[in-house]
């Protein structure tokens, strides 16, 4: 059985232990041998992502190994392996967020966990607005102007 799709947006709030509470939702979307760790990074996008613990196995089995890596493969590693954390949910589901994963993006206490299809992204709650506003101004663009580009194809 894989993990299901992870989807949705939720309104949450990190306490003074900076423990953040995992919807149930989600929890039960999760393959139980997934078990109750995941793994969180820094993503590409400058956000926590966070993967359940097989699939993020999956990815770290599909990279290449070996001792002989160029700068730029070590740099992804780097980038992508070490700074990534290994964190457990207790029984109420809570899981702290690692110090370190905090200070690097700022997302502050007021977050919102945001479902991206095979993992989670940690943000901020008011840059997720506005990151949401953009992007239904950049498609209601891009339909405007597909619309224009169909009907002067048709004239």
């Not at 989807?7 to 995992?22: A, P, Q, V």
């Not at 493969?73 to 457990?88: G, S, W």
């Not at 967020?97 to 989670?120: A, F, N, Q, W, Y």
């Amino acid at each position: 059985m894989k993990t299901g799709v992870l989807h949705g947006e939720y309104e949450l709030t990190l306490d003074e232990k900076n423990r953040l509470l995992i919807p149930a939702d989600i929890r039960r979307r999760l393959n139980p041998t997934d078990g109750t760790s995941f793994f969180i990074k820094l993503g590409t996008n400058g956000v926590p992502w966070i993967y359940s613990s097989a699939r993020w196995n999956e990815i770290a089995s599909e990279g290449e190994s070996g001792m002989d890596l160029g700068g730029d493969q070590l740099d992804h590693i780097h980038f992508h392996y070490a700074m990534t954390y290994e964190v457990e949910w207790d029984k109420q589901g809570r899981a702290v967020i690692p110090e370190r994963i905090l200070r690097k993006t700022g997302i502050g206490k007021e977050v919102m966990l945001v479902g991206s299809k095979d993992h989670l992204e940690l943000w901020n709650r008011a840059a997720w607005e506005e990151h949401t506003d953009a992007l239904l101004q950049m498609f209601a663009s891009r339909r405007k102007a597909g619309q224009v580009q169909q009907s002067q194809g048709t004239v």
